[in-house]
C-alpha cells in the first residue's frame, strides 16, 4: 500500500488559479486510476475529477468543467490538478484518491486510497 499526500493548496481572490498536486508512493501507481474530490463544511465530500491509468482519458464534475483539468505524471508519481478562474464555491478541504480499476471512476466507493486533504480557499 502507498500513500498519497496533497499540496498547493492555499488562499486565491475569485477569478484566480491554483495548481493542486499530489505525490503517491509505492511502485503501482501507473496502475490507479486517480482522482480528486472535495468537501466543503457541512458537505457531502463531491467528485471533481479522475483520470485512467494511462492518463487517456477523463472525467469532470459538472461544477468543474472548463475551468479545472486534472493530469499526470507516471514517471514522477504525481496527480496534478489545475484550477482556473476560481470562485468563491470552490472553497473546500481537497482530496486526492486512487481506484484500483482501469476506468475513471466518478463514484467515491470506488476510490480505496485517500491523502489527508489540502485547503482550498478563494475570497470574493
Known amino acids: 500500500q502507498g500513500q498519497l499526500v496533497e499540496s498547493g493548496g492555499g488562499l486565491v481572490q475569485a477569478g484566480g488559479s491554483l495548481r493542486l498536486s499530489c505525490a503517491a508512493s509505492g511502485r503501482t501507481f501507473s496502475s490507479y486510476s486517480m482522482g480528486w474530490f472535495r468537501q466543503a463544511p457541512g458537505r457531502e465530500r463531491e467528485f471533481v475529477a479522475s483520470?485512467?491509468?494511462?492518463?487517456?482519458?477523463?472525467r469532470y464534475g459538472d461544477s468543474v468543467k472548463g475551468r479545472f483539468t486534472i493530469s499526470r505524471d507516471n514517471a514522477k508519481n504525481t496527480v496534478d490538478l489545475q484550477m482556473n478562474s476560481l470562485k468563491p464555491e470552490d472553497t473546500a478541504v481537497y482530496y486526492c484518491?486512487?481506484?484500483?480499476?482501469?476506468?475513471?471512476?466518478?463514484?467515491?466507493?470506488?476510490?480505496?486510497?485517500w491523502g489527508q486533504g489540502t485547503q482550498v480557499t478563494v475570497s470574493s
Open positions: 484518491a486512487a481506484a484500483v480499476i482501469p476506468y475513471a471512476p466518478t463514484s467515491i466507493s470506488l476510490f480505496r486510497y
Open positions: 483520470i485512467t491509468p494511462s492518463g487517456s482519458t477523463t
